[in-house]
């Protein structure tokens, strides 16, 4: 199973971030997002589509239907700027955990 | 609060082998799944092993399988990775991760441990 991000997006601070993360009918499957900034470790974002743990900025939101689902960070601020990726349980084989290819956001 | 501490990384030669350990604290260790994932220098994340909450179940990577082994000992909350004939392509760092409770995702990451293959 495949999933695909773009490569890099950019922002003004206080505009709207949009991530996609394209898959075959991803849709019928729960996407994870992590933010990773540089010499970080990985922290979640955003699970099971929408769901955000404790910690994480409301402006952080997520969506999923079809064939892509989307990361929306709003009001975005110079922290934000981070490594995205987006992550899914596939089933379908013994290769379930996926990952896409992450996307860097710049903050302009 | 949930911690993860990886140890065990460092220099090995092409076909090396090397084992690295993951202490965990903050959370009932034996009710989770534990996975490694790891990160090429400059690449993307790439999960590698995930191994069920009783140690029963395992599963890895096409691009790992045969050479690495993910172990557990719940009584020592502490997650293992043997790898073995190592390849300049495993170098990276390698992260450990909680799984989250129906293992889907992953929850809580460590600070990650750095390994290269390199003669």
């Given at each position: ?108 | ?29 034996r009710n989770f799944p534990m ?17 069920s909450s009783t140690g ?18 719940n ?45």
């Amino acid at each position: 199973y495949v999933l695909t991000q773009p490569p890099s997006v950019s922002v003004a601070p206080g505009q709207t971030a949009r991530i996609t993360c394209g898959g075959d009918n991803i849709g019928s499957k729960r996407v994870h997002w992590c933010q990773q900034k540089p010499g970080q470790a990985p922290v979640v974002v955003v699970y099971e589509d929408s769901a955000r743990p404790s910690g994480v900025p409301e402006r952080f939101s997520g969506s999923n239907s079809g064939n892509t689902a989307t990361l929306t960070i709003s009001r975005v601020e110079a922290g934000d700027e981070a490594d995205y990726y987006c992550q899914v349980w596939d089933g379908s084989s013994d290769q379930d955990w996926v990952f896409g290819g992450g996307t860097k956001v710049t903050v302009l | 609060e949930v911690q993860l501490w990886e140890s065990g990384g460092g220099l090995v030669q092409p076909g090396g082998s090397l084992r690295l350990s993951c202490a965990a604290s903050g959370f009932t260790f034996r009710n989770f799944p534990m996975n490694w994932v790891r990160q090429a220098p400059g690449k993307g994340l790439e999960w590698v092993s995930t191994l069920s909450s009783t140690g029963q179940s395992t599963y890895y990577a096409d691009s790992v399988k045969g050479r690495f082994t993910i172990s557990r000992d719940n009584s020592k909350n502490t997650l293992h990775l043997q790898m073995s004939s190592l390849r300049a392509d495993d170098t990276a760092v390698y992260y450990c991760a909680k799984g989250s409770a129906d293992g889907d995702y992953f929850d809580y990451w460590g600070h990650g441990t750095l390994v290269t293959v390199s003669s």
